[in-house]
């Protein structure tokens, strides 16, 4: 049998296109056709299979797929055992309580005795009951915006990213309950020689990720100010430094971080540095 990998994704929706981009990123090539499936890399030992994100937590605690890309909320509720191998930086979003905006929120003991319509009863009623809070968790699998003003429930609990939503049915955001991002999951007990395979995805991931937080910095600065510039971006293991052809000039260049490059900017132009150009970084391997 060929030694290959599988990976479920989500077919389409908000983890979709960022899943694919952070594969195609770590040059593995395949087909990905409206439509289909399942689809096999052309030059990695990896294969796709295309589903709901509900279903991506069972496959991989099942092992029908070896890793998966999938929300912390759906994973979370899903509540399967999996092992986390990285947080993705991807499809962020909160989960949050909300209700009709003309009622006046007093804290989170306004739940009590309430009805709360959601997708998500595991991770809410773990939170309730954190909090003490006795409510009723009506689920329901979509449209939760719309349940208090059918009747259905007197508040929500669901994803939120700019409001909007809820603004539009008369909704405002009172709590904040979970925050999430894009994970890829693996099955806990996968056999050796697949997990070398994951752990070579793994290094292409972290070089992409790397790339991503860090810049090429190159910049122009006086001699005299050599010293100071390199202490203010020493780089991985040092700055490259070229002589420029005007006598008393060189050319520094540098990797750092981008954050750091924000804050040393003032820095870097009082101790002289001019002509600075900040490149992206496709990938990095340290
Ligand atoms: P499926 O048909 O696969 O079940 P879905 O409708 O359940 O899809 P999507 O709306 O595509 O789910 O969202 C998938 C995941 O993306 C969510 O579970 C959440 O982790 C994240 N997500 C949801 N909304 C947003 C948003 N507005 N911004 C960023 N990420 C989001
Ligand atoms: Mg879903």
Request: with cysteine.
């Amino acid at each position: 049998m060929e030694k290959i990998i599988r990976i479920a994704v989500q077919k389409s929706g908000r983890l979709s296109d960022d899943s694919l981009k952070l594969i195609k990123e770590c040059g593995i090539k395949f087909y990905n056709g409206t439509g289909k499936l399942k689809s096999t890399a052309t030059n990695f030992p990896i294969e796709f299979l295309f589903l709901r994100d509900d279903d991506i937590p069972g496959y991989v605690a099942d092992g029908v797929a070896d890793l998966g890309i999938v929300g912390e909320n759906e994973l979370v509720e899903k509540d399967k055992k999996v092992q986390t191998l990285k947080k993705l930086g991807f499809s962020k979003c909160r989960l949050s309580l909300a209700i009709p905006k003309g009622q006046t929120y007093s804290g989170l003991s306004y739940f009590e005795g309430k009805n709360i319509a959601t997708s998500y009863p595991k991770i809410l009623g773990d939170y309730l009951t954190e909090k003490g809070i006795n409510a009723e968790i009506h689920e329901i699998s979509g449209s939760v915006e719309i349940a208090p003003s059918i009747g259905l429930a007197e508040g929500i609990c669901d994803i939120v990213s700019s409001g909007s939503t809820l603004m539009m049915n008369g909704l405002k955001e009172v709590e904040e309950i979970f925050t999430s991002e894009a994970v890829l999951i693996a099955n806990e007990n996968l056999a050796s020689w697949k997990q070398e395979i994951v752990e070579k995805l793994l290094f292409r991931m972290n070089a992409v990720q790397k790339g991503k937080s860090n810049k090429y910095v190159l910049l122009n600065a006086p001699n005299h100010a050599l010293d100071k510039i390199i202490s203010l971006i020493p780089g991985m293991r040092s700055p490259t430094i070229l002589p420029l052809a005007q006598e008393g000039w060189s050319s520094v260049h540098s990797v750092l971080n981008e954050d750091q490059f924000w804050e040393n900017i003032e820095e870097l132009r009082a101790a002289g540095a001019e002509g600075i150009l900040v490149v992206p970084i496709e990938k990095m391997v340290i």
